[in-house]
């Protein structure tokens, strides 16, 4: 799959969102929304009023991370507010399945993400239920982190999953992703990079994504 990022709107000036999405738009395909609740992580961020507001102007897929306790009491609300990819914790939920099914029997893809502390085989059980994986490569919670390096490694375990499995579904990276660590991450098996700081946090988005492609492909000699 080729390189795709995944620009973290929460990383944007707050009050510059729709401007933040311009500054993105024909660079990427994707825009990723990090939902924090104060609860399931310490930050609280925003809601589905946000993506609500937003959707009309922009034509970006609308991946939202929901970092919240009991993700299937309003997945309706993000849904129904324009998004078009969600992702839910594994360890937010007991429901997880439902959850995820949920997402899917409305239209939208589902995504099912898991924090550092949580093994990869935790991922295994579900496949059939997710049409991508997002792996934390730092806790959750606040941006402008140093990716963990383990975390790779169960990005390469799901990538062998996968490959064994005959599926190609893709695996998200978030956390810490920047020029020097979006190579290593490729290389452990991921395809879609999730940037916050590294895209909104410079004075040229557009530049940084490209600089960010560009440090993937001489990682992986251009794939």
């Not at 007991?94 to 949920?102: D, E, G, K, S, T």
């Not at 169960?154 to 064994?164: D, Q, S």
């Amino acid at each position: 799959m080729a390189v795709r990022i995944a620009p973290s709107i929460l990383a944007a000036d707050f009050g510059c969102f729709r401007a933040a999405l311009e500054a993105i738009e024909g660079a990427v395909d994707i825009v990723h929304f990090d939902v924090m609740d104060g609860h399931f992580v310490p930050n609280l961020t925003f809601g589905p009023a946000l993506i609500r507001a937003l959707r009309p102007a922009s034509k970006l897929v609308f991946d939202v991370h929901l970092m919240i306790e009991r993700p299937e009491t309003s997945l309706s609300s993000y849904i129904d507010a324009g998004a078009d990819r969600v992702a839910i914790h594994h360890e937010a939920t007991p429901h997880v399945h439902r959850a995820l099914m949920m997402i899917r029997e409305a239209g939208r893809q589902a995504g099912l993400a898991i924090n550092p502390g949580t093994p990869v085989e935790a991922v295994f059980p579900l496949l059939d239920a997710v049409d991508y994986v997002l792996v934390m490569t730092v806790n959750p919670g606040f941006g402008g982190q140093s990716l963990i390096p383990a975390t790779l490694k169960k990005v390469a375990a799901l990538r062998r999953r996968l490959a064994e499995g005959g599926r190609r579904i893709p695996i998200m990276v978030d956390g810490g992703i920047d020029p020097t660590t979006i190579g290593p991450a490729k290389a452990a098996g991921a395809d879609e990079f999730v940037a916050g700081t590294a895209v909104f946090g410079t004075g040229d988005p557009r530049a940084a994504i490209a600089a960010l492609k560009e440090a993937a492909g001489r990682m992986t000699g251009g794939r």
